[in-house]
């Protein structure tokens, strides 16, 4: 059973940036796409974008592209959000998951939820 961990987020100002990793463990990926997610205060967890451990399958939520960028160490077994031109609507806890590729990768089909990390974006 794959096991992800998310890094410590932080308080960063608006327009800053901030990288989160989240490391994995417990299994091989090559079958998973791994997913982030954002929850904000008192909202539901929206997605963030997903992508492939082996390939070059990338997709990002209209809110981040531009902005966000998902990348991944294989080396580390590690999967990166850089966050640029962070906004206040962007604070809130940020999750990564995994999702067998052949499901549909609605966020129902994620498991091995990390515990979240918190982020926040000073105005």
């Known amino acids: 059973q794959v096991q992800l961990v998310e890094s410590v987020g932080g308080l960063v100002q608006t327009g800053g940036s901030l990288r989160l990793s989240c490391a994995a463990s417990?299994?091989?990926?090559?079958?998973?796409?791994i997913g982030w997610f954002h929850e904000a205060p008192g909202l539901e967890r929206e997605f963030v974008g997903r992508?492939?451990?082996?390939?070059?399958?990338?997709v990002y939520a209209d809110s981040v592209r531009g902005r966000f960028t998902i990348s991944r160490d294989h080396a580390k077994n590690s999967i990166y959000l850089q966050m640029r031109r962070l906004k206040p609507e962007d604070t809130g806890v940020y999750y990564c998951?995994?999702?067998?590729?052949?499901?549909?990768?609605?966020?129902?089909?994620?498991?091995?939820w990390g515990q979240g990390t918190q982020v926040t974006v000073s105005s």
């Open positions: 992508t492939r451990w082996i390939g070059n399958s990338t």
């Open positions: 998951a995994a999702c067998w590729i052949l499901s549909v990768c609605a966020q129902v089909d994620f498991h091995s």
């Open positions: 417990g299994g091989t990926l090559n079958d998973f796409y």
